[in-house]
């Protein structure tokens, strides 16, 4: 499909691990976000990428927390040294440019042991 | 701080029914916001926008308000359908800003037949 495409859909990983989300936005769509949801809760902005500008990063929780977009296009969310406050769903979204609709995936549901 | 909260967190409304779902924002300096639909084990779905230089926005059975004397925002469901029943989310952002959106806390929309 055309929509924006996040894997693994599913992740159960041990406290103190390692892991990585992928994040494929729309084609053409130069701006993309990362949320975290919690169960219940609504979404709290995580990091921002616009085309080959610095990305806002002020919603990262903690410096375990890092993401890269490589080539403008696809996007990896790391996290380190898991906890498990970590556990939650994390969503992708692209828009065309910033300030228009912002399109998400399904997200990744994370679970810490 | 900045806040986006909504006044019910559960709406129950007969098939056919309009619904009204509520938000209030706290930061005046917001010009852009974004109503989403959530259904379980899914991804927001985008319903409609509207700028601060509007204060109505319809698209197909939907309608947008908002007020920014008072800083509330309302969602107006026409005819509602059991495909209707889903968590819905306000969220609002600065154009200035990067773009990143503040999400209330969600309200359930359930749809009886």
């Known amino acids: 499909g055309a929509g924006v495409s996040q894997s693994p859909s599913n992740k159960v990983t041990e406290k103190g691990k390692d892991v990585e989300l992928r994040c494929d936005p729309i084609s053409g769509h130069t701006a993309l976000y990362w949320y975290r949801q919690s169960l219940g809760q609504g979404l709290e902005f995580l990091i921002y990428?616009?085309?080959?500008?610095?990305?806002?990063k002020s919603g990262l929780p903690s410096d375990r927390f890092s993401a890269e977009r490589t080539g403008g296009s696809v996007s990896t969310l790391t996290i380190q040294r898991t906890q498990q406050e970590d556990s939650a769903v994390y969503l992708c979204?692209?828009?065309?440019?910033?300030?228009?609709?912002?399109?998400f995936g399904d997200g990744t549901r994370l679970s810490i042991l | 701080g900045e806040s986006v909260g909504l006044h019910l967190p559960t709406l129950s409304v007969q098939e056919g029914d309009n619904s009204i779902i509520n938000c209030a924002y706290s930061n005046s300096a917001s010009d852009y916001f974004i109503w989403y639909k959530q259904e379980s084990g899914k991804g927001p779905q985008f319903i409609i926008d509207i700028r601060s230089n509007m204060d109505k926005r319809q698209g197909q059975r939907v309608t947008v308000l908002l007020n920014k004397t008072v800083k509330h925002l309302s969602l107006q469901i026409a005819a509602t359908q059991p495909g209707d029943s889903a968590v819905y989310f306000c969220?609002?952002?600065?154009?200035?800003?990067?773009?990143?959106?503040?999400f209330g806390q969600g309200t359930t929309l359930q749809v009886k037949p």
């Open positions: 969220a609002e952002g600065r154009s200035s800003n990067t773009g990143k959106l503040i």
């Open positions: 990428f616009q085309g080959n500008s610095a990305p806002d």
């Open positions: 979204a692209s828009s065309l440019r910033r300030n228009q609709p912002q399109h």
